[in-house]
């Protein structure tokens, strides 16, 4: 690496020499060739790179990716995980005659519990329908309300 910050260096010295300004506001000395010159703020710069471990890249800019890549998890996979963990735990305790909606907004009581479905009776007064349904799929253990919402009335 720091092979490859000396030639890029050396090149943009050389182009200093023909009259650029030199980066950091240092000018070539006036004596010497243009080539000594480019040797020896090539030899200063990659010196410079080394004490500074580079661009700069050391351990505070690896402490902070690791600031970062811990406050995101802190703050968005975490929670995540917590409530997949107890929609998990709210399937597996799930019963039959238990109420349950789907993900899909459905009603039924389960009937009947396999390995990885439950076997959901859909429909009202007598006309029921027995659905399997995977476990993932179920949202929760809730009863649907069947009241209409209150009449306003006009006072």
Do not use: H
């Amino acid at each position: 690496m720091i092979d490859s910050l000396t030639n890029g260096i050396q090149r943009m010295l050389f182009l200093a020499a023909d009259g650029l300004v030199v980066p950091g506001g240092a000018q070539p000395p006036a004596d010497g060739g243009a080539a000594a010159q480019v040797t020896q703020y090539a030899g200063q710069a990659a010196q410079t790179a080394e004490a500074t471990g580079g661009f700069g890249l050391g351990l505070p800019m690896i402490l902070l990716y690791v600031v970062l890549i811990g406050g995101i998890w802190f703050l968005m996979m975490r929670p995540q995980k917590k409530r997949e963990k107890k929609l998990k735990e709210l399937q597996a305790n799930i019963k039959a005659g238990d109420n349950v909606v789907t993900n899909g907004g459905m009603f039924g009581k389960v009937a009947d519990v396999g390995t990885d479905c439950f076997v959901i009776e859909m429909g009202i007064s007598g006309r029921t329908v027995k659905v399997p349904i995977l476990k993932s799929d179920v949202l929760g253990v809730r009863e649907p309300v069947l009241t209409p919402p209150p009449k306003e009335t006009a006072e």
